[in-house]
């Protein structure tokens, strides 16, 4: 099934760390889909642009996911514009400790990694969780790693955090439940984005060859299941982790 085939109209739906890489590819294919959308991300002239170029149905509103306030204002916001919220990507996400060792990583590092890959989901989703549970049937999709499932050395903070976004999903998919709000996250494969261009060729070669799908991932690849999660149709859904990554990790 491609993204063109889930139909999602009139879902409003924020996606955090929406100006590039795999949030803009959500919202591009949200908009495909038919939903309303509120990309947020720190990378301002960017996210107005995408704005811009995606129409009437996205609007841009900065947030910073270290920022707590930033963070409960710019949930609220994005449920105002659209007159309310069916959907939320926690998509934001930052490395940071690509390619050091464990003992190489700054303790300033680890805590900016956690503070935005693991605390600003958390917040994010206290924030949406009054207009997600309004809309009857609200959704959250948390983007994890597949990196913390085969345990990705010299990555040691970003795979903690994304080992957290994981635990945290089923915690949350248990307490939101019984508001009609499924939590669901995906464990996407290294995928060709600007995010990692870092990462070195032996890494990308190391993947390919592990791949039932012997070939590079790409950000079509992680799209339609995203959406998937975000229908009504996945209702009965929650407190999974889905690998998004050709055969790499198999559950």
């Given at each position: 099934?491609?993204?063109?085939?889930?139909?999602l109209?009139?879902?409003?739906?924020?996606?955090?760390?929406?100006?590039?890489?795999?949030?803009?590819?959500?919202?591009?294919?949200?908009?495909?889909?038919?939903?309303?959308?509120?990309?947020?991300?720190?990378?301002?002239?960017?996210?107005?642009a995408?704005?811009?170029?995606?129409?009437?149905?996205?609007?841009?509103?900065?947030?910073?996911?270290?920022?707590?306030?930033?963070?409960?204002?710019?949930?609220?916001?994005?449920?105002?514009?659209?007159?309310?919220l069916?959907?939320?990507?926690?998509?934001?996400?930052?490395?940071?400790?690509?390619?050091?060792?464990?003992?190489?990583?700054?303790?300033?590092?680890w805590?900016?990694?956690?503070?935005?890959?693991?605390?600003?989901?958390?917040?994010?989703?206290?924030?949406?969780?009054?207009?997600?549970?309004?809309?009857?049937?609200?959704?959250?999709?948390?983007?994890?790693?597949?990196?913390?499932?085969?345990?990705?050395?010299?990555?040691?903070?970003?795979?903690?955090?994304?080992?957290?976004?994981?635990?945290?999903?089923?915690?949350?998919?248990?307490?939101?439940?019984?508001?009609?709000?499924?939590?669901?996250?995906?464990?996407?494969?290294?995928?060709?984005?600007?995010?990692?261009?870092?990462?070195?060729?032996?890494?990308?070669?190391?993947?390919?060859?592990g791949r039932?799908?012997?070939?590079?991932?790409?950000?079509?690849?992680v799209?339609?299941?995203?959406?998937?999660?975000?229908?009504?149709?996945?209702?009965?859904?929650?407190?999974?982790?889905?690998?998004?990554?050709?055969?790499?990790?198999?559950?």
């Open positions: 099934m491609s993204a063109s085939e889930i139909n109209h009139d879902r409003r739906v924020l996606v955090t760390g929406g100006a590039r890489g795999l949030g803009e590819a959500f919202a591009r294919a949200l908009v495909q889909s038919g939903a309303r959308v509120v990309i947020s991300d720190v990378l301002h002239e960017r996210g107005q995408l704005a811009a170029e995606l129409g009437p149905c996205v609007h841009y509103l900065p947030m910073d996911m270290c920022d707590t306030q930033a963070v409960q204002t710019g949930v609220d916001a994005a449920a105002h514009h659209w007159g309310g069916d959907g939320l990507v926690n998509n934001a996400a930052i490395t940071n400790s690509g390619g050091k060792d464990m003992h190489e990583i700054s303790v300033d590092t805590d900016q990694v956690m503070a935005v890959n693991v605390r600003g989901p958390w917040l994010a989703s206290v924030a949406a969780q009054k207009h997600l549970a309004a809309s009857g049937s609200g959704r959250i999709v948390n983007v994890a790693s597949d990196t913390a499932l085969w345990g990705a050395p010299r990555l040691m903070a970003y795979v903690a955090s994304k080992g957290a976004v994981m635990s945290m999903t089923r915690s949350m998919a248990r307490e939101l439940g019984p508001q009609g709000i499924t939590v669901n996250a995906i464990a996407p494969g290294l995928t060709l984005v600007e995010a990692t261009a870092y990462v070195p060729e032996a890494r990308h070669q190391y993947y390919q060859q039932a799908i012997s070939r590079a991932q790409v950000p079509d690849d799209t339609a299941t995203v959406l998937f999660l975000l229908s009504r149709g996945s209702g009965y859904v929650t407190g999974q982790v889905l690998p998004v990554n050709g055969g790499f990790v198999m559950n």
